[in-house]
């Protein structure tokens, strides 16, 4: 599968099972943790390519999760901003954008003014 990727992607990249083709009609996902950017990412570039090869959709998960010890506002609305211009690319790009946010305490997001 990767034998006629680009170089910089196929160093880069490693097989981690044995399966060697996707299974089925549903998208290929890139589910990004970090680089949330679509110019010069490695990551959405393989997404892209397995998903030319096999004539599937691309689906780019953007995760935000706020259950780490110093999670700040700050923090946050850059993570919003990224999602906001992940959408705005993918849409120009073809590609479908998904965001979700997950936490198990109160959200450092909002706060009540008494």
Known sequence: MMDDWPTHLSERTRH???I???QGSGPVVV?????FRLHENP???VGRHIAAQHDLPLLIYHGIDERYPH????HHN???DAAVDMDDGCRKGGASVCASRSTRRPSALRHEVV
């Open 71 to 74: 999670a700040s506002l700050r």
């Open 78 to 80: 850059m993570l919003l």
């Open 31 to 35: 589910w990004l943790k970090s680089s």
């Open 43 to 45: 990551a959405i570039e």
């Open 16 to 18: 981690r099972n044995s």
């Open 20 to 22: 060697s083709e996707p």
